[in-house]
């Protein structure tokens, strides 16, 4: 067994249990790429087991913190076990749905999606490329399912020194990439090919149920959804608006710089059933529209923001944190006295606190004071665990204007 020596006091992370060992921590040692490996601090003690990645800003990670664990095939059937078994502890109104999240679940560099009877993958460090085999293997027994697509087409493949691949693991055979999933009440449907992570942003399941019931209990008039994607904040407040039976006179605005995106979601009001309801989709530049609209004086009840990662490190934190800055502000500028906002960050590198400052800051610029109703997150089946806080990279905030 190959063996990591780490500098003095670098080994504090790992005493806490924390599975990233960065390259500057370590004195000495090596392997190939995905090798498991011997972690020791200086004076030789064991640390941990992890996966080596030769290229990597962080160079190995944590499999287990027990000397008396075997890194083999039984480790990592047992590993997929507990992931899929833990899904059992939330109730996840959706047949599609997070099996495997990574370090939460002891598999890091691993994310697995469920979308009804397709199994979907992305193999995002050395270590589970190494073991890629095994892995698949393991969750095809576990679920039961024959239909394996791999997505590992993520930039974060390209920090591993790892190509990107995708194509079908297993199966496929008579089963398209198209699928449709159920949503609470209603059905989307993605494309596990060419859809952005997977195939959709299971992660927003649950802020976009809270966005329905918002809809039913205020009754939204004009609502507008940014970066709207296909559509999931759309359906969800036309869904809770019809509840409502103040679906008649009702506008939904979505705008995104992605007409396939757009095309999808349209489909989506559609495949609802909300063809005669208002609804418009602008295929523009986000930051663009919002000031065109303040220009033009518009006004709105409800206005969603959920862009694109602008953080993927803390490294461009500070660049982020000027952009999250300007949408926020053009947006609470449109939202109508009494309006609501949700404002998110999908960026690792933007925390929870900064974030709520950023907004805070937009507001000072905007000349807008808010009310923080609700903090929102990943959905549950997105874990974040006590060692391993970066797990909580999707922060949300529900502001409502002060009238």
Request: proline content about 3%.
């Amino acid at each position: 067994m190959k063996t990591l020596r780490l500098r003095a006091g670098k080994e504090r992370s790992l005493l806490r249990r924390h599975p990233w060992i960065f390259d500057s921590a370590i004195a000495k040692g090596g392997a190939d790429a995905g090798e498991t490996v011997r972690v020791e601090g200086e004076d030789g003690h064991f640390l941990c087991w992890a996966a080596f990645s030769p290229v990597s800003k962080i160079r190995a990670r944590a499999w287990s913190f027990k000397e008396e664990d075997r890194i083999d095939a039984a480790f990592f059937r047992q590993r997929v076990a507990l992931a899929v078994r833990a899904r059992q502890l939330f109730s996840l109104p959706s047949d599609g749905v997070r099996l495997v999240h990574g370090e939460a679940d002891g598999l890091p560099g691993l994310i697995v999606d469920r979308y009804g009877e397709v199994l979907v993958a992305q193999f995002l460090s050395a270590g589970v490329e190494r073991w890629k085999k095994v892995l698949v293997d393991a969750l095809l027994a576990e679920t039961g399912l024959v239909h394996f697509y791999e997505r590992s087409d993520a930039s974060g493949r390209e920090r591993e020194g790892l190509a990107p691949v995708t194509g079908w693991l297993a199966g496929g055979d008579g089963q398209g990439t198209e699928l449709t999933i159920q949503e609470h009440g209603w059905r989307l449907s993605l494309d596990v090919a060419t859809g952005h992570k997977t195939g959709f942003y299971l992660d927003q399941r649950d802020s976009r149920r809270r966005f329905a019931e918002l809809a039913r209990e205020r009754r939204f008039r004009r609502v507008l959804n940014c970066y709207c994607y296909t559509g999931g904040f759309t359906v969800a407040a036309l869904w809770g608006l019809r509840e409502a039976g103040a679906l008649e006179g009702a506008e939904v605005v979505s705008v995104d710089s992605s007409l396939p995106a757009l095309e999808r979601a349209r489909a989506h009001v559609a495949l609802n059933g909300f063809e005669g309801a208002d609804c418009q989709f602008l295929d523009a530049d986000v930051n663009a529209t919002l000031r065109r609209f303040i220009d033009q004086g518009q006004v709105f009840d409800a206005i969603v923001l959920d862009p694109p990662k602008f953080a993927p490190t803390v490294a461009h934190a500070e660049r982020a944190a000027r952009a999250y800055k300007d949408i926020n502000r053009l947006a609470l500028k449109l939202l109508a006295p009494g309006g609501m906002l949700l404002t998110f960050s999908c960026s690792g590198g933007i925390g929870a606190e900064l974030f709520h400052k950023i907004v805070a800051s937009a507001g000072i610029d905007a000349g807008v004071d808010g009310y923080i109703s609700e903090r929102l997150g990943a959905a549950p089946d997105h874990p974040m665990t006590i060692e391993f806080p970066e797990g909580e990279y999707l922060k949300g905030l529900a502001v409502v204007r002060k009238l």
